[in-house]
């Protein structure tokens, strides 16, 4: 089903062991601070001198107007990946080969409660693949087709559920509009309570 710029696919992943590989993860100080620092944490590196920060933002350098890095490049799993997270990877790069493209970088993304992303391109992809790992019904993607064209909204509601973000060099940004239920605390972004919306984000290359 098409929606917007959002497709959604009839793949769905098993995710019942997945909160605890999650909190596994965040007991790491090094993921921890990741996501804390830049709201994503990167498991594919581009060497294995492995580091939750190599991939993380976007891999357009806008001072220089080059790119910083190539998407293809990442291909070293950090060793502290949930295993569920890999058998995503790999089960999405078999669909992707039938449609023509490669995957790159793998990340963990999260938008925290009363938060916006600036309005931005991704140049690097042609298009990137999500899996809503937690969400609630107050976050919206927008994107904005064409110069004077009106916004449009589009949502991956489906927790485990494959979707792509078709068109990533269109201008887009996405909104969590939920409140926040946990009080500020040192293990705030530990809660498995709070309104975050976090998704397994997979860049791709063309073939």
Same mark, same amino acid.
């Given at each position: ?9 009839? =793949?769905? $992943?098993?995710?019942? $062991?997945?909160?605890? *590989? =999650?909190?596994? !993860?965040?007991? !790491? ?9 830049? +709201? *994503?944490? &990167?498991?594919?590196?581009? &060497?294995? %001198? ?9 891999? #357009?350098?806008?001072? %220089?107007?080059?790119? #910083?890095? &190539?998407?293809?490049?990442? +291909?070293? #799993? ?9 058998? /995503? ?37 042609? /298009?990137? $693949? ?6 609630? %019904?107050?976050?919206?993607? =927008? ?5 004077? *064209? !009106? ?7 489906? =927790?485990?559920?494959?979707? &792509? ?11 969590? /509009? ?9 293990? #705030? ?5 709070? %309104? ?10 063309? !073939?």
């Amino acid at each position: 089903m098409s929606t917007s710029n959002i497709t959604e696919y009839p =793949i769905d $992943f098993d995710l019942r $062991f997945l909160n605890h *590989q =999650i909190r596994e !993860l965040l007991s !790491l100080p090094e993921a921890l601070d990741c996501i804390a620092k830049h +709201k *994503q944490i &990167s498991f594919l590196n581009r &060497s294995s %001198n492995h580091s939750f920060e190599d991939g993380v933002g976007s891999l #357009w350098d806008y001072t %220089n107007e080059r790119f #910083w890095a &190539s998407t293809n490049e990442f +291909k070293y #799993w950090h060793p502290s990946t949930p295993h569920t997270f890999i058998e /995503m990877y790999e089960t999405t790069k078999k669909f992707a080969l039938n449609i023509g493209l490669g995957l790159g970088r793998c990340r963990l993304m999260r938008l925290e409660p009363c938060t916006t992303l600036s309005l931005h391109s991704d140049p690097e992809d042609p /298009m990137r $693949f999500h899996v809503p790992i937690r969400t609630n %019904n107050k976050c919206v993607f =927008i994107s904005v087709p064409g110069p004077l *064209q !009106l916004a449009v909204l589009g949502t991956m509601p489906t =927790i485990g559920r494959l979707y &792509s973000l078709n068109d990533t060099q269109a201008p887009h940004s996405a909104i969590n /509009m939920a409140k926040r239920l946990v009080p500020d605390s040192p293990t #705030w972004r530990l809660s498995e309570t709070e %309104n975050f919306r976090d998704h397994l984000v997979i860049d791709t290359y063309k !073939l």
